[in-house]
């Protein structure tokens, strides 16, 4: 199992360009989240799907951003504009059930200049 | 969701064994403990997680006394690899919330030749 996959592993970007960044679950995970990583702020969970339904996005911190999870092997995180704030590392993250151990990615550093 | 108290950060040696305590005073009757452990550049991985006594696997043991109101990540024998951040959860894993929690800032351990 390659475990779950993140594409690219490091973007640099200028400010107002959009970002899309890629994750692909393990095969059979019901789960997938999206988290951002700051020294300031942690790991704060961004989004996450069920059965590739969105379930719960209050972590989304604005517009600018979204989560699309097209079927079960595939997911996009878009940042539209982008702004030097958004810089951090984003992991996705898989489960085959609630409440069982996630599997994380090697996660995306984003910078934003 | 019941809110953890971990040391910030921690200092071993080589082959010593170290526990991390976790304080969860308010932890609810349905509540699991969750420890992740996250190694600089990689997301966090699954530890291990326990609901009362003793778990134990072939990376940590759990110890879990039976008010439950704490909890003790171990980790017998540590090497150098073993400098991480260690992060302890805990959530009902049978209730929808527990897809949101709070993974904190962790206790840093670092461990010394």
């Known amino acids: 199992d390659a475990g779950v996959i993140q594409s690219p592993r490091h973007e640099v970007t200028e400010m107002g360009q959009e970002v899309t960044l890629r994750c692909k679950p393990i095969?059979?995970?019901?789960?997938l989240f999206w988290y951002r990583q700051t020294m300031m702020r942690g790991l704060e969970l961004l989004i996450y799907?069920?059965?590739?339904?969105?379930?719960?996005d209050s972590g989304m911190p604005e517009d600018r951003f979204s989560a699309k999870m097209p079927n079960a092997s595939f997911s996009t995180l878009k940042i539209q504009p982008s702004e030097p704030r958004d810089s951090a590392v984003y992991f996705c993250?898989?489960?085959?059930?609630?409440?069982?151990?996630?599997?994380f990615g090697s996660g995306t550093r984003l910078t934003v200049v | 969701l019941a809110k953890t108290t971990q040391p910030i950060s921690m200092d071993s040696y080589e082959g010593q064994e170290v526990n991390i305590t976790c304080s969860h005073n308010n932890i609810a009757t349905n509540d699991y403990i969750t420890w992740y452990q996250q190694f600089p550049s990689q997301g966090p991985r699954f530890i291990i997680q326990?609901?009362?006594t003793k778990v134990t696997n072939e990376v940590a043991s759990l110890f879990i006394p039976a008010d439950r109101k704490s909890s003790t990540l171990s980790l017998p024998r540590v090497s150098l690899s073993d400098t991480a951040v260690y992060y302890c959860l805990v959530g009902d894993p049978f209730s929808g919330g527990y897809n949101k929690l709070i993974f904190g800032a962790g206790t840093r351990l670092a461990v010394h030749p």
């Open positions: 993250a898989s489960s085959p059930r609630q409440g069982v151990g996630y599997t």
């Open positions: 326990g609901y009362k």
């Open positions: 799907f069920n059965n590739n339904v969105p379930i719960d």
């Open positions: 095969s059979g995970h019901d789960y």
